[in-house]
C-alpha cells in the first residue's frame, strides 16, 4: 500500500470508482495499489499582465496589471486542468492573462488616453474583474465552475510609449498642474477669506447661539426650580393631608372608641348611679331619722329644762310661802287689829296682801298635783 502525504497549502484528491475525493489538507493516506490521486496547491496565486495598446485617439499606452486566485474547489478545478506535474496553476495564470489581454484591448480601443489614464482604477480594473469572473463561473448554461475564486484585480499602471509626445503630454500636464496650482492657490486664498468671513460669522453666530443656550438654559432652570418648587409645595401639601387625614381617621378612632368605651360602661355606670342614688337616699333617711332624733333629742332637753323651771316656779311660793308668812307675822306682830276704826283700815290695805299669799298657797299646792300629772302621761312616739 503507497502512502500520500498532503501539506498543509495543498489538497489531496483521490479517484475512487470515478469519482475524485478531497480527503482535505495535512494529511497522510494509505492508497490500495492501482488507486490514483493528485495534490492540487491551496495557497493563493498572483499573475501579472503587461500589454501595449492605441486609444481611440490613436495614442500608445502600455498596460499593466495584476490579479489574485485561489482554487477553493480542488475537485472542478482538478476535473479542468492537470495538475499530476504541477502544469495546473500555469494552465490557469495563462488562460486569465489572455481573457485580461482581451477584454482589456476591446476597452483601451474605445477610450481616450486621458479616459484611460484616469480610470484605470474604476472602468479598467472593473472590467478586468468583471471578465475574469465571468470566465471562471462559465458562460450560459453549458459553462462549467473551474472551482477559482478570484480575490483580486486591477489594473496597476499606464505608460506611454513614445517619448515625444510623452515629454510633450508631461509638459501639458505640468502647465496644466501649475495652472491648476495657481488657480488653487487663487481659490485657496478666496476660500481663507470667505474662511474668515464665515469664520467671523461662525463665531458671532456661535456667540449668538451660546447667548440664547444660556438663556435658554437659564430660563429651563428658572422652569426647573419652579417646578421642583410646585412639586414641593405639592407634595407637602399632599404630606399635610395625609396627615390631616390620619388625625382626621385617628380623631374618628378615638371618638369611636369613646363611643364604645361610653356606651359599653353606660349600663353600668347607670347601674352604679342608681346604686348611689339608692344609697343616698338611705343616707337622706338616715340623716332626717338622726334629725328627728336630734330633734326630739332637743325638744325633750327643753321640755325637760321647761319642766324643771315650772316646778321650780310651783316649788317657790311653798319654799317662799314660810318666810312670807313669816314675814307678814312679824308686820302684824305685836299688833291689835280690829275691824272697826284704824284697826279696819288698815286690815283693808292688808287685804290684798294676804289675798296673794292665799292665791300663792293655792297655786303651790296644785302646782306638783299638775306636774305629776303631766309626767304620767306617755312621751309621743318618734316619727318614722
Known sequence: MAIVRAGPNEYLLVGRRGVLENRGSAVTVYLRPGTIYVLVPSTKQEAAFEFT?????????????????????????????????????????????????????????????VECIEQRKTTLSGVVSAALQATIHGDGDTGREWGVRIEAAQVAQVFIVDPTLRQQLEAEVRNEIKLKADQSNMHAQEQIQLAEL?????????KLAEDQATLRREEEMEVAQIARQRRARTETLATDRQVLDLDRERLHARLAA??????????????????????????????????????LEVERDLLLTRA???????????????????????????????????????LGQLAPLFDYLTRALQTATQAPVAHEAEASEPAPAAVS
Open 198 to 206: 464665515e469664520s467671523q460669522s461662525r463665531v458671532q453666530e456661535r
Open 258 to 295: 369613646d363611643r364604645d368605651r361610653v356606651n359599653a360602661e353606660a349600663p353600668v355606670r347607670l347601674l352604679r348611679l342608681k346604686t348611689e342614688r339608692g344609697v343616698l337616699a338611705e343616707e337622706v333617711a338616715v340623716r332626717e331619722l338622726e334629725s328627728q332624733v336630734k330633734a
Open 53 to 113: 495598446q492605441e486609444t481611440k485617439d490613436g495614442v500608445p499606452l502600455r498596460f499593466k496589471g495584476t490579479f489574485i486566485y485561489r482554487v477553493d474547489d480542488p475537485a472542478a478545478a482538478a476535473s479542468m486542468f492537470d495538475f499530476t506535474a504541477g502544469a495546473g496553476t500555469t494552465q490557469i495564470t495563462t488562460l486569465l492573462t489572455h481573457v485580461c489581454f482581451g477584454e482589456l484591448r476591446h476597452a483601451v480601443s474605445h477610450m481616450t488616453m
Open 308 to 346: 324643771q323651771q315650772d316646778l321650780r316656779m310651783a316649788i317657790l311660793p311653798l319654799e317662799q310661802a314660810p318666810q312670807m308668812v313669816q314675814a307678814a307675822s312679824k308686820v302684824l306682830q305685836g299688833t291689835n287689829l280690829s275691824i272697826y276704826g284704824e284697826g279696819g283700815r288698815l
